[in-house]
């Protein structure tokens, strides 16, 4: 069984540790850089990125976090932490620290005041079944993207579903809807380099 951290340091914990269980992962919170050692993978969710990096740097894990990713620690960052794994942000903070290791640039709270929240049915690549059900609030979208990244969803012209090899990132909430594919996927991508070795 894969072990996957959540990051706990803010946001909605709980509901990806719940789908990562239904998924058929062990999932474990994730605050310290022993913890952050004992995973598989991990997830960052959603919150507010400038709080989640501001705490990072508090808890010692931005480094390691840097780190980890480089050798190739798959991560899935949903809505803030999709911001976090960016190469880059449009209207982030000046200081807002970043992860980095996915090659895209992000717009932060990109979809603008008047539709700070909605839900959009989803083709994504990958999953079969019918359209995702997906819950956008306060998300970013990806602006640019590097060649080796794959866009795996879009709302118009903007991609909200990324994968770049070992990183995934999605701007919408797939732990708020009990759809558990996105999770599914990513439990895979886990198991696939745990049986490579
Ligand atoms: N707007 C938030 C940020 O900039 C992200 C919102 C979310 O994660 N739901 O981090």
């Known amino acids: 069984t ?4 959540v990051l706990a340091l803010q946001g909605d914990v709980r509901e990806h540790a719940r789908a990562l269980a239904a998924a058929g992962a062990e999932a474990v919170e994730v605050r310290r850089p022993e913890e952050l050692a004992a995973v598989d993978g991990l997830v960052l969710p959603g919150g507010e990125s400038t709080t989640i990096g501001r705490l990072l740097r508090i808890f010692g894990l931005l480094d390691p976090l840097r780190a980890a990713v480089g050798d190739g620690l798959p991560v899935y960052g949903s809505c803030a932490g999709m911001i ?3 190469q880059d942000v449009l209207d ?3 200081d807002q620290p970043l992860i980095g290791g996915l090659d895209v640039v992000v717009r932060r709270n990109a979809f603008g005041r008047q539709v700070d929240s909605f839900e ?3 083709e994504v690549e990958g999953l079969t079944g019918p359209p995702l059900h997906a819950v956008f609030i306060r998300a970013p979208w990806v602006e640019k993207a590097g060649d080796g990244v794959t866009v795996l969803a879009r709302v118009g012209e903007h991609p909200v579903a990324v994968r770049q090899g070992h990183l995934l990132a999605t701007s919408f909430h797939p732990e708020l809807t009990g759809d558990i594919r996105m999770h599914e996927l990513f439990v895979d991508l886990v198991a696939r380099r745990l049986a490579r070795g």
Do not use: E, F
Not at 2 to 5: K, Q, S
């Open 92 to 94: 982030g903070r000046p």
């Open 84 to 86: 976090l794994l960016a």
């Open 120 to 122: 959009a049915d989803l």
């Open 2 to 5: 894969a072990r996957i951290g």
